[in-house]
């Protein structure tokens, strides 16, 4: 507390701090960046961090608060848009009234006239802070907008870089300079969506993978979001993240944001990497059995799409299982009259066409052959030839003459007679037949923008979690489209893409390393030639790729030959004998010299091991490989390093690479400062080299 009004608080957690203060308003952060010293002076930290004025101004500079509202003189982005519940417009004052602060949590409370704004703010042990709004109304209010709180970016950060993408080409990084006026970003499709996600980074002059100060931000909300960062006419920055708006479409009396988590790296984007990999993985994703090994994964889904046959299936898992899988999934069309995507949604009973006996003699074979089974589902989706839309037209979201999505309709999940449906043809399911994994789809846009939709289904996923504990689920949306700490705190696996080419994996998932770790990003081994592009990719490449996380195999395994099945069940074996370590390093991305090259190294947390990974996407421009620098070793220490694959270096090469002869041992500092020298590669190869501190 300093003089009679103003107050100052500070958080920190692992290499960072938050500073507020409030002059007896809505509270404001006037630090979000690197750890301060312990032994800073709050009170002249926020004296120097006030502006001066000039002419064409108000006489007293409105604060950048943490839900900054034009009843409180502001001018730019509200970060509150609040109606009365017939429909007029309210523009609150509000007045701080107290704080509520014990280890690593700070409550923010503040009042007007019938309402209270409490911004909760935590410390995790992570390195990240979590942060949430909430607004409270004595009488029902609409809330077009809620922003989670408001924080700063300095006003000496370059670049916004946020990911966009399509089906099948998701988590494409795109760097935009700030300039006066609003980036906006509204994912209004109701899930995170594969277009713009919600994450964002903002970067210093000169950063880089493995330098340089960057902060960033991750709405953890699985049901569409709005992204506003604001440059002011007089130079502040902020950053918003909430809900789209308009998706409460309901009055009420209680309203509330998802949790916005902020970290902040000195060491470039791998920094953030690292931050937010560890944290998806040891705070946000719940393991049915953290001790159990990351399982190698099976779907029949590229193999026989709709084609459910007892035979093939049983003859598929069984090279499944002498390759190395450990979990099988049949994917969809087993249940109702589901022989192409126009039916049966919402008639979650097993199709006694195709399985006659039930699925307990498919369950059975792949349980004798030493796999889990998991099965397939869509359940907030329904098709008009259903039964259940039949019984139940009342339960889909939107009007009657929407258009359609994938020959598909959405159930409200409002609804908590839609819910409770749901949990028992599911529920029925996993008492019946021993499955331990759901593959939870979501095929298509929604008609509107509702944050009830995503609710409901967070609701019925912590019930059937609480009802199945032991079941993990997949989180699928076309691919990518629902990818975000929100729906990853109900699943433990994402479905990254429906590409299963991978050199387009190489490059999503390079990407999606900025927030996602290994253990919950799925990649598949899929067919020889590729359904998604057409490509015709070797063994090699397909495999390697997707040892890089949780691996998996996706494709008719009948048509591989002797040389490709010993490929795939040689680096099928690799990962298994090492997935230990993999599933929870730090991916981190390298600066590779070469534009053509994609890069990274998996570290142990340790920094005993390492995994570099070093992908030929096309030809390059100059004659020669250019010398990769590594990254996170110690400088001191000294390292063993030995290429996995020598096999792929092709006929071209023909000079003393040393990688080629054997095993290279190298300091940190050199592998660091001058790098490595890889052999020559084909486009659409990858080279994979396993590191050892000694």
Request: aromatic share 8%.
């Amino acid at each position: 507390m300093t003089g009679n009004t103003a107050q100052h608080w500070r958080l920190d957690c692992a290499g960072q701090s938050l500073v507020l203060t409030s002059s007896g308003g809505v509270p404001e952060a006037v630090y979000w960046g690197p750890a301060l010293p312990q032994e800073e002076d709050l009170a002249a930290l926020v004296a120097a961090s006030c502006s001066d004025l000039t002419g064409g101004m108000l006489d007293a500079l409105p604060p950048l608060s943490l839900c900054p509202v034009q009843g409180n003189d502001w001018q730019g982005q509200p970060g509150l848009v609040l109606r009365s519940a017939d429909g007029e417009l309210l523009q609150p004052r509000f007045a701080f009234r107290e704080a509520r602060q014990c280890a690593g949590r700070l409550e923010l409370v503040s009042t007007a006239a019938g309402l209270t704004l409490t911004h909760v703010i935590e410390a995790k042990e992570t390195g990240v802070f979590v942060l949430r709004t909430r607004l409270e109304s004595l009488a029902p209010v609409r809330v077009d907008w809620l922003t989670a709180p408001v924080l700063p970016v300095p006003q000496s950060a370059e670049q916004i870089l946020d990911p966009a993408g399509k089906w099948i080409g998701e988590f494409r990084m795109q760097s935009t300079p700030w300039t006066t006026g609003i980036r906006q970003r509204e994912a209004r499709t109701g899930r995170s969506g594969q277009e713009h996600p919600p994450y964002a980074l903002f970067t210093e002059p000169g950063c880089r993978n493995t330098s340089g100060e960057v902060r960033a931000l991750h709405y953890a909300w699985p049901g569409g979001h709005r992204f506003v960062a604001e440059e002011l006419y007089d130079g502040r920055r902020q950053v918003q993240f909430g809900h789209a708006s308009g998706s409460e479409r309901e009055a009420g009396t209680c309203f509330e944001t998802a949790d916005l988590i902020a970290a902040v790296s000195t060491s470039g984007l791998n920094g953030i990497a690292a931050l937010f990999q560890r944290d998806i993985h040891d705070r946000v994703v719940t393991w049915p059995d953290p001790a159990r090994p990351r399982p190698v994964h099976y779907n029949c889904w590229e193999a026989i799409y709709f084609d459910h046959e007892l035979g093939a299936l049983t003859e598929i898992a069984a090279k499944a299982a002498a390759i190395g899988a450990e979990r099988f999934v049949l994917d969809d069309g087993w249940f109702g009259r589901r022989d192409d995507d126009t039916t049966s949604l919402g008639d979650w009973t097993v199709d006694r066409r195709k399985w006659p006996d039930g699925l307990t003699p498919l369950i059975e074979a792949v349980h004798k052959l030493g796999m889990r089974f998991g099965l397939w589902f869509e359940p907030e989706m329904v098709s008009e030839d259903s039964d259940l839309y039949r019984a139940h037209p009342d339960w889909i979201l939107g009007p009657a003459d929407q258009t359609r999505g994938r020959n598909q309709l959405v159930l409200n999940m409002a609804l908590e007679p839609v819910r409770d449906h749901l949990f028992d043809a599911i529920s029925a399911l996993l008492s019946t037949y021993a499955i331990d994994y759901i593959k939870w789809d979501h095929n298509r846009l929604l008609p509107v923008v509702d944050a009830a939709q995503a609710r409901g289904t967070l609701a019925l996923l912590a019930r059937l979690r609480a009802a199945h504990p032991q079941v993990e689920i997949e989180s699928c949306a076309s691919g990518g489209g629902r990818i975000d700490a929100g729906i990853l705190a109900h699943t433990q696996r994402v479905w990254l893409s429906d590409s299963n080419d991978a050199l387009e994996r190489l490059r999503i998932q390079h990407g999606a390393a900025l927030f996602l770790p290994a253990s919950v990003t799925g990649s598949h081994v899929g067919p020889r030639h590729c359904h998604t592009s057409g490509r015709v990719l070797s063994m090699s490449l397909r495999a390697r790729v997707a040892a890089q996380r949780h691996m998996g195999f996706e494709m008719d395994l009948r048509e591989l030959d002797p040389e490709e099945t010993a490929v795939l069940t040689a680096v099928t074996g690799w990962w298994k004998a090492n997935r230990d370590w993999l599933m929870q390093a730090d991916i981190l991305r390298l600066d590779a010299a070469d534009p053509s090259v994609t890069a990274e190294l998996q570290l142990a947390r340790d920094g005993s091991r390492f995994v570099l990974s070093s992908g030929q996407a096309a030809a390059p421009a100059q004659a020669l490989p250019r010398p990769l620098k590594l990254t996170g070793l110690e400088p001191a220490a000294r390292y063993r390093l030995v290429l996995l694959n020598p096999e792929d270096v092709p006929p071209q090469s023909r000079g003393a690479c040393a990688l080629k002869s054997g095993p290279v041992t190298l300091s940190g500092a050199a592998l660091m400062q001058q790098g490595i020298m890889l052999p020559v590669a084909w486009p659409g190869t990858v080279f994979t080299v396993e590191g050892t501190r000694l």
